[in-house]
T-cell receptor, first 117, second 112 residues
C-alpha cells in the first residue's frame, strides 16, 4: 500500500490563527480525503480533495474554514482557518489505493494532532 | 439512528480467549465493509475487508449479513498485542460512495 506522510505531526496554536497541514504520498493516487477525529470520537470526513478542482465538502464543513489544495496526484494540504479551541482534534489524510483488493479501501497518514489554546 | 453502530466496550479478555464484535449499519445500499484497528494515539489501520461470503485472515474472521445489516469480527486465540480499538466501517451511499463512515469503535483489552 501507499506510504503516506503528514506534516506537522503536532502543533499547538493560538486562537484566531491558521494552520496548514501537508499530506504527501509516495505514489500517484486518484482519491485523497481529509478526516477529523475529535477527542474520544471516531473519524468524520471533512472533504474529498480533488486534483485540479475544488474539494467536495461534507455537510457541516465549508471551504472558508477548511480550504484544501490538491495540486497533483501525490500531494494535498488542508488549512484550518481562524482556529478556536473547538478545532482541537487529530486531522488525518487518507488515500484510496487502486491496488487494493476492494473498492473504497483507504489508508491513513499518521495524523496531525492540533491543540488550539 | 447512527449510520454505523458498535458496542463501545471495553471487552476485557484473557490471552487465548475468543472474542466477537458486532456492528450494525443503517443503509442497505452500502456495498463496502471493513474492520480497521486503531491503537492509542495512532492512525486507523485496515485490518480486513469484509466480503459477502465471509472471510478469514489467520486468527481473524469477518462475516457480513446483508439481510440484517450486520457485520461481525471474531478474534481467536487473543494476544496481548490485539489490545486496541476496532472500528467498523462502511462506505457512503447517495452522492458520495467513496466516503467511509466510521463507527465509534469497540475497545478490546487482552490481559495476561
Amino acid at each position: 500500500s501507499a506510504v503516506i506522510s503528514q506534516k506537522p505531526s503536532r502543533d499547538i496554536c493560538q486562537r484566531g490563527t491558521s494552520l496548514t497541514i501537508q499530506c504527501q504520498v509516495d505514489s500517484q493516487v486518484t482519491m485523497m480525503f481529509w478526516y477529523r477525529q475529535q477527542p474520544g470520537q471516531s473519524l468524520t470526513l471533512i472533504a474529498t480533495a480533488n486534483q485540479g478542482s475544488e474539494a467536495t465538502y461534507e455537510s457541516g464543513f465549508v471551504i472558508d474554514k477548511f480550504p484544501i489544495s490538491r495540486p497533483n496526484l501525490t500531494f494535498s494540504t488542508l488549512t484550518v482557518s481562524n482556529m478556536s479551541p473547538e478545532d482541537s482534534s487529530i486531522y488525518l489524510c487518507s488515500v484510496e489505493d487502486l491496488a487494493g483488493r476492494q473498492r473504497n479501501e483507504q489508508f491513513f497518514g499518521p495524523g496531525t494532532r492540533l491543540t488550539v489554546l | 439512528r447512527k449510520e454505523v453502530e458498535q458496542d463501545p466496550g471495553p471487552f476485557n479478555v484473557p490471552e487465548g480467549a475468543t472474542v466477537a464484535f458486532n456492528c450494525t449499519y443503517s443503509n442497505s445500499a452500502s456495498q463496502s465493509f471493513f474492520w480497521y484497528r486503531q491503537d492509542c494515539r495512532k492512525e486507523p489501520k485496515l485490518l480486513m475487508s469484509v466480503y459477502s461470503s465471509g472471510n478469514e485472515d489467520g486468527r481473524f474472521t469477518a462475516q457480513l449479513n446483508r439481510a440484517s445489516q450486520y457485520i461481525s469480527l471474531l478474534i481467536r486465540d487473543s494476544k496481548l498485542s490485539d489490545s486496541a480499538t476496532y472500528l467498523c466501517v462502511v462506505n457512503g451511499v447517495l452522492y458520495n460512495t467513496d466516503k467511509l463512515i466510521f463507527g465509534t469503535g469497540t475497545r478490546l483489552q487482552v490481559f495476561p
